[in-house]
């Protein structure tokens, strides 16, 4: 009966998703259908990235300053303007569904470190885009998994998700994260501080776009990138283009307090790890995920401050949603509330 009312379910309403709404980029997975939506957290309609992506698309114009990132629907991991949220999602939601009469089942991701306000107003974002929520998992839980670590296992795992707005750290043993920290603090800071060192250094406003790839091309530390850079710089509204060289110690130590930070949460983790799960950590290492895990230098770096072996997740940047992907199918069987995760 309850596997005909299932089927029943499916043909009206669609697949049960699982949603990754990132800072930077939202991802959204269809159950039978893999991933149906990976694009930046902004309405279709807003026109403050467009140009950035005419920029990536390899055509030139005007962009947006890159002084701090842009007010967007989600920072630092979480919802902060629910109705561009809304917005952002409901073209996304709305290549699924079937029919109008039954609302999708989704399951949602947040950071570990996420307050049950910003947890409800996830959960309300994705209600008004026209699904119904399943869970909400821990984003480092679902990082986990689609980095291809077993959970379940009885030794302690360490992942650590750099992403665009937040870095989440989490261990996790037997099923269950034992011990999670999170700091807001992340991608979108590290392009922030290459902007305000170029603009300063050079009277040159980047744009995002240009942050981006030039913190792509430099690394974090010194033998990961080219020894000098030169850009065509983007600036102003008339699209007055600049043309500066900017060495790679100078981006380093721009990001270097950045970067500072986020090893310094990862180190306290380890040093408020009981006794067993420490030495079992030590052990296994530390995966990498998230777009931090993609800049040259970050595994290496992280790997010298911590004296631990350090291994980057087969695709970094789409293993939250991999791993919600596998968690969405045991969801379905059990009633909302009925998980632990957050416990």
């Known amino acids: ?35 149906v939506a990976d694009e930046p957290s902004v309405p279709a309609n807003d026109p403050r990235w467009f140009f950035r992506n005419r920029q990536a698309a390899g055509a030139g114009g005007p962009e947006s300053p890159c002084q701090e990132f842009p007010e967007l629907p989600v920072r630092a991991g979480v919802v902060v303007d629910v109705e561009a949220a809304v917005a952002l999602l409901v073209p996304l939601i709305g290549r699924t569904r079937r029919m109008r009469l039954v609302r999708p089942r989704a399951l949602l991701c947040t950071p570990s470190d996420a307050s049950e306000d910003e947890r409800a107003a996830l959960m309300e974002t994705v209600r008004r885009a026209g699904a119904a929520v399943l869970a909400v998992s821990p984003e480092p839980l679902a990082a986990a998994l689609g980095a291809g670590l077993d959970p379940a296992s009885p030794f302690a795992s360490m992942v650590v998700d750099i992403g665009s707005g937040v870095t989440d750290i989490a261990v996790i043993r037997s099923g269950r994260i ?26 040159v406003r980047l744009s995002l776009y240009e942050a981006e790839r030039l913190m792509r091309r430099a690394g974090v530390q010194p033998g990961t990138g080219p020894a000098c850079s030169r850009l065509a710089l983007v600036t102003g509204p008339d699209g007055f283009e600049a043309t500066v060289e900017v060495g790679e110690n100078e981006i380093h130590t721009a990001v270097a307090p950045i970067v500072d930070i986020v090893v310094a949460k990862i180190s306290r983790v380890l040093k408020d790890l009981p006794p067993l799960a420490a030495c079992e950590v030590i052990e296994d290492g530390i995966c990498l995920t998230g777009g931090g895990a993609c800049l040259r230098g970050m595994a290496e770096l992280i790997s010298g401050k911590t004296h631990l072996d350090v291994r980057t997740a087969p695709d970094p940047l789409r293993s939250v949603i991999y791993g919600a992907a596998r968690l969405l199918p045991t969801v379905s069987s059990r009633p909302f509330g009925d998980w632990g995760l957050w416990k």
């Open 1 to 35: 009966m309850k596997r005909a009312i299932s089927g029943f379910r499916s043909i009206l309403a669609g697949p049960d998703l699982a949603i990754d709404l990132g800072t930077a980029n939202t991802r959204l997975y269809a159950d039978g259908k893999g991933i």
């Open 178 to 203: 034992i011990h999670a920290a999170a700091v807001r603090t992340a991608c979108s800071d590290l392009h922030s501080a290459v902007g305000r060192m170029v603009a300063a250094r050079h009277g």
